[in-house]
């Protein structure tokens, strides 16, 4: 495929068309997900951060270098362990003997993209030493403080089943990643495909071609927030957090940072979709991403055996769904 120039990323259609051919480029090494590659695009685009969650071995890290590599952006990956450092992650201040002072030596999230990898293995001491740099973008290092490059993108995985060693992520981490999505394993035809290629010669996210540069992203991000959301779709998302404040198996529902992300999430999507407009299936088909991390459901409901999907499938049906040119102007 050949690279997209960024100055096309914002005329009409182009967005979509550059969309799909990265969606097409990942799928070379990650066979059958398209759901979740467009989910993991969407949240790039929307200057968000991901949280892959599943079990080891479906692709969450060859998703990340994937995307990475579509858009020649710099990937670092951290292997998150119970021994490391804020400053492993950060970057540390060192004395240089020759100059008599010291010099900051930068850590490896001084990329466009870094995979946390097995995340919730950290303490919590160094899980929050990215809470700055995913909300703020920057990081401080002894009253010093160091932007981070743009575009920059948080994608934290974790094993969802293995407990021993591991520190759940707090709320007010899993709060600022945008999107929270599941791998899954592979349909039958997608693993035979797997099986397929020969040893040596399958696709590899190293090896993958750079469909758009960089400076793509940025020029993307910006046709996307010119996305038109009407009032009537705005007046939904809100109705929608607001019942997750107020229903009973809820001890915790969405944030105005979810309600933000899920409207600019929404953006993105419809831009993809080669809408200017959002319409109120992209806040449905995004509501499960953008809010299920971030909810907690009450005791009674955790005892009673309700999952966050139930509840909000239950929100849904509740809140009015707007509809007419009303829901489009």
Do not use: W
Request: hydrophobic share 45%.
């Amino acid at each position: 495929m050949a690279r997209q120039p960024a100055a096309q990323a914002s005329a009409p259609g182009t967005f979509a068309t550059i969309f799909e051919s990265i969606v097409d480029n990942v799928s070379r090494v990650i066979h059958g997900k398209e759901d979740p590659i467009r989910l993991a695009l969407v949240c790039l685009l929307s200057e968000g951060h991901l949280l892959l969650e599943d079990v080891p071995g479906v692709g969450k890290t060859t998703l990340a270098k994937a995307l990475a590599r579509s858009f020649d952006l710099d990937c670092r990956r951290i292997q998150f362990t119970p021994d490391l450092l804020p400053s492993d992650v950060t970057g540390v201040n060192v004395y240089d003997r020759g100059s008599g002072s010291f010099s900051f030596r930068p850590g490896p999230v001084f990329a466009n993209v870094v995979i946390g990898d097995e995340i919730n293995r950290a303490s919590p001491k160094t899980q929050s030493a990215l809470l700055e740099a995913m909300q703020e973008r920057q990081v401080t290092i002894d009253a010093t403080t160091h932007g981070l490059p743009s575009p920059f993108l948080v994608i934290g995985t974790q094993n969802p089943i293995e407990h021993e060693g591991t520190y759940p992520l707090p709320e007010s981490q899993l709060d600022r990643f945008l999107l929270r999505i599941r791998m899954g394993y592979p349909a039958r035809d997608a693993e035979l495909t797997m099986l397929e290629a020969s040893p040596g010669t399958a696709d590899d996210a190293d090896s993958l071609p750079v469909v758009a540069d960089a400076a793509t992203v940025p020029a993307m991000v910006a046709a996307a927030r010119r996305v038109h959301v009407a009032a009537p779709i705005r007046g939904y998302v809100v109705d929608l957090a607001d019942a997750t404040r107020r229903h009973p198996a809820l001890a915790l529902g969405m944030s105005p940072r979810a309600t933000l992300g899920l409207q600019s999430a929404s953006r993105t999507r419809a831009a993809a979709a080669g809408r200017d407009y959002v319409i109120p299936d992209d806040i449905k088909e995004l509501l499960v991403p953008v809010a299920e991390h971030r909810l907690v459901l009450s005791s009674e409901a955790v005892v009673s055996g309700i999952e966050l999907r139930e509840v909000l499938s239950d929100i849904v049906r509740g809140v009015a769904v707007p509809s007419g040119r009303a829901a489009t102007g």
